[in-house]
C-alpha cells in the first residue's frame, strides 16, 4: 500500500533550502531523476563495453558474404536479384578508393521489354550535357535508343567493371553512382564470450593485432595443430575438418548461387537446368521448364528424366567486383576453382506412378565432385514397406574403391509435395526429406597416402569433373523452387602457394570467409591466445526499413 507522505516527498522537503530556487520543486526531482537514470546508464555502457559487449565498424570486406564492409548494391537486369558490391577504402584515412568520372549518365526504361537496366552512361557525351538527347546504348541489351530529355544527367560514375549476377550469371557493364553507398556492417561483440567459454573452430572471433587495430575473421585452427587447405577444405593434422560440427558454421556458408523462384528476362541465354547433352531419347519429351509457373516438369512414368545445372559451380564472389584480379587471383572470366561442394534443394510434387520392374518409381538428385558422385533416391508410394531411400556413390567407381552406401525408410506419398536437399560438404553427403535429415555418408576425398606438404592436384582445377542434377524415374513429377548453393572455398595462396601453419601453446589461427580477398593467418601466422577480445555476436545496423540487415553473426 502505498502512503500519501513517503520518504521521496521528505527528501524533497529537505532540499527546498535556498529562498530563491532556480527550478521549481517539480522540475528540480524531475532533472534529479534523469541525471541519476543517465549517470547510471554511462557507468553501466562503460562496464559493458568493457567486459561483456563492445560496438564496431566493419572497414572491410574479408568476412563477406557473412559481413560487409563499405558497399554498393545493384539489381541484375535479368532475374532482378538485388546484389552488392565492395567499395574498397584507404584503411588509415576510410576513403573510399573507387575512381569515379563525371559523366553523362541516363536514367529511365530501356525499351527492350525483356530488359529492366535504368541507368547507363551515355558513351558519347564526354561529359558534356550539350549531348543530353544523345543515343543511349543500353548497357544489359545493347538495344540503341533515345531516352526522355529529362532523363539525362550529369553524375559521378563508375563503369569500368563488368558485373555477373549472382544468382542467373547474366554479365553486363553495370554504372555505379558515387551516391550508390552503404556502410560497412555495425556488429556488436560478446567480449565474455571467452572468460566464461573456450573459443570454437569456427566460431567468428575479434582479435587484437597491433595496438590499434582490432580484426574479424573466422577462427580455423586451435594451439597445437597444423592446418592445411585442400580443394577447399581445411585440414587438421592432415585430416579434414567439418563445419557441419559446428552449430551454424556450414548454413552460414553455403552461398545461394541459383534460384527458380526468381523469373528471368531471357537476356542470359544459358538456362539454369537443361538436360544433359549426352546420349539417349530425345530429352525433351521429357522434361520440360514452364516458365509461367517456374516449374520443370519431368514425365518419367516409362523411364527416367534427368536435367542437369548448367551455369557452373566457380568460387565467385559478386562483392569482390571491383578488385578482381588484384590479389592474383582469377577473374570470373578466367575460369576460377569449380567448387565441389554444392547442395541442392526443391520442391517435387509427385503425380502418376508406373514402377519400372527394375528400379521401381522414384524422385532423386545427384552430385559429382571429381572423383566421387553421389546420388539420393526417394522413393514414391507407401512410407512403409517399399523400398527405402538410398545414398550412394555411383559411377564411374574406381575399381577396388570401397563401396558407400547407406539406406533409410522414407517415401513421398503419391499425390503429395516434399521438399528435398542433397548436400556435399567437407567430405559429408546429408539428405534432408522436409527438414529432416534422413541420410548421412563421411569419405575421404584426399587420395591415400598423399601429403599435403606437396599436394595432389585439386579437383576444383578439373572443370569437367563437375555436375548437379536432378532425376525422376517411374513417376510423372514437378519441381519447383529449385535452389544450388555452394560452399565456402579456402583458397591455399597468400604471395605465393600456402603450405600451411602448425601452431604452439596458445596460438590461434584465423581466416577471413571472402577467401579470394582476405589478408588473413596465411599471410601474417597465428593469434596469441592474449589478443582475442571475444566473439562477434550480432549486426545491429543498417537498421533501415529498406535495408534491414539485423541478424546474429554465425
Ligand atoms: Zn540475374
Ligand atoms: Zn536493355
Known amino acids: 500500500m502505498k502512503s500519501e507522505k513517503g520518504p521521496q516527498d521528505d527528501e524533497e522537503s529537505a532540499l527546498t533550502a535556498p529562498a530563491r530556487p532556480p527550478l521549481t520543486m517539480h522540475d528540480y526531482a524531475w ?35 557473412t559481413l560487409y564492409g563499405l558497399h554498393a548494391w545493384l539489381e541484375c537486369p535479368n532475374c532482378s536479384r538485388e546484389f552488392n558490391v565492395a567499395l574498397q577504402s584507404d584503411g588509415a584515412t576510410g576513403e573510399i578508393k573507387v575512381r569515379y568520372e563525371k559523366k553523362l549518365v541516363y536514367e529511365g526504361e530501356c525499351p527492350n521489354p525483356s530488359c529492366t537496366l535504368r541507368l547507363h552512361t551515355v558513351a558519347r557525351g564526354g561529359g558534356d550535357l550539350r549531348s543530353k538527347g544523345d543515343e543511349v546504348t543500353c548497357q544489359a541489351c545493347r538495344t540503341p535508343f533515345r531516352g526522355n530529355l529529362d532523363g539525362y544527367r550529369l553524375d559521378d560514375v563508375n563503369d569500368k567493371a563488368d558485373a555477373r549476377c549472382p544468382n542467373c550469371h547474366f554479365v553486363y557493364r553495370a554504372a555505379l553512382l558515387r551516391s550508390n553507398l552503404t556502410g560497412g556492417h555495425k556488429i556488436l561483440v560478446n567480449k565474455f564470450a571467452y572468460s566464461a567459454g573456450t573459443p570454437k573452430r569456427w566460431d567468428v572471433i575479434v582479435f587484437g593485432f597491433d595496438q590499434w587495430k582490432n580484426y574479424i575473421k573466422r577462427l580455423i585452427g586451435l594451439p597445437g ?28 556458408l553455403w552461398t545461394r548461387i541459383s534460384d527458380s523462384d526468381l523469373a528471368e528476362s531471357g537476356l542470359q541465354k544459358t538456362p539454369a537446368w537443361a538436360a544433359p547433352r549426352e546420349g539417349g531419347l530425345p530429352a525433351t519429351k521429357r522434361s520440360q521448364w514452364n516458365s509461367t509457373v517456374l516449374r520443370w516438369s519431368l514425365n518419367a512414368a516409362q523411364d527416367q528424366a534427368v536435367i542437369e545445372y548448367q551455369r557452373g559451380f566457380d568460387n565467385y564472389y559478386n562483392y569482390n567486383l571491383l578488385s578482381y584480379g588484384r590479389h592474383g587471383h582469377p577473374t570470373f572470366r578466367e575460369k576460377a576453382e569449380q567448387v565441389g561442394d554444392k547442395k541442392v534443394a526443391f520442391t517435387a510434387r509427385v503425380g502418376a506412378v508406373a514402377p519400372r520392374p527394375d528400379s521401381g518409381s522414384w524422385v532423386g538428385a545427384e552430385i559429382r565432385d571429381g572423383e566421387f558422385t553421389f546420388q539420393l533416391r526417394v522413393p514414391v508410394g507407401a512410407p512403409s514397406g517399399g523400398s527405402p531411400a538410398v545414398l550412394e556413390r555411383v ?22 509435395e516434399a521438399r528435398i536437399e542433397l548436400e556435399n560438404a567437407d567430405d559429408r553427403v546429408i539428405a534432408r526429406l522436409d527438414g529432416e535429415e534422413i541420410l548421412r555418408l563421411d569419405y575421404t576425398s584426399l587420395p591415400d597416402g598423399a601429403n599435403l606438404a606437396n599436394p595432389p592436384l585439386s579437383p576444383s582445377q578439373d572443370h569437367g569433373a563437375h555436375h548437379l542434377r536432378l532425376l525422376a524415374c517411374g513417376v510423372q513429377a514437378e519441381l519447383s523452387s529449385i535452389q544450388v548453393y555452394r560452399d565456402q572455398f579456402y583458397i591455399p595462396f597468400a604471395e605465393g602457394p600456402w603450405r600451411g601453419i602448425t601452431l604452439g601453446p596458445g596460438e590461434y589461427f584465423a581466416m577471413g570467409d571472402n577467401a579470394p580477398s582476405s589478408s588473413d593467418g596465411r599471410y601474417w601466422g597465428s593469434i596469441p591466445e592474449k589478443n582475442l577480445m571475444g566473439r562477434a555476436l550480432l549486426v545491429f545496423w543498417p537498421a533501415w526499413p529498406t535495408n534491414f540487415q539485423w541478424k546474429f553473426i554465425r
Open 225 to 252: 595443430e597444423t592446418i592445411q587447405v585442400w580443394d577447399g577444405d581445411v585440414y587438421v593434422d592432415g585430416r579434414i575438418v567439418r563445419k557441419s560440427d559446428h552449430p551454424f558454421a556450414q548454413d552460414t
Open 31 to 65: 532533472w534529479r531523476e534523469n541525471l541519476e537514470a543517465l549517470t547510471v546508464a554511462i557507468i553501466l555502457a562503460l562496464i559493458i563495453r568493457h567486459f561483456t559487449v563492445e560496438a564496431f565498424e566493419i572497414p572491410t570486406g574479408s568476412m563477406a558474404d
Open 395 to 416: 559411377a564411374p567407381v574406381p575399381v577396388g574403391a570401397e563401396p558407400l552406401r547407406v539406406t533409410a525408410p522414407a517415401a513421398i506419398a503419391v499425390g503429395t
